[in-house]
């Protein structure tokens, strides 16, 4: 399973993350009290991308756009204004990223929360645009 993870790690910074679980892959405990085995530190994330606030996430199964995107991941970025393309290279038993900006945008307005697939292959992008004025860093030119 592939998901997007906010506050993925903080080592040189705070990172959101790409990640690949495995299942019985748990990290070590966060709470004390926690009745969950203990299997050593996490795996590595495929792709670490800094304080990005990542949204929605989506497996592209289309054609609409040619083969070479076929399988291909979207995520949106809240905080940088994007939406991300992450191609997968298997490697071993996990996976490398590629990945690239499908799209970005210079607006503080711009905060892609959500992608999906439509029926005919197309993507559907949810904009949430400036009206954010709590619970992010990023967020403090709201516009109600």
Known sequence: MLSACAIFDSFGGRHDALVHWVRGGLTQKV??????????YRLPAKSRWGQVAPAGFVRYRGRQFGREYENTLFACQFNTHKLVQARLKPTGATFVTEEQDFVASTSHDFHPADVMEDADGSLLLLDTGGWLSWGCPHSKIAKP
């Open 31 to 40: 709470y004390a009290d926690s009745r969950l085995p203990e299997s050593g």
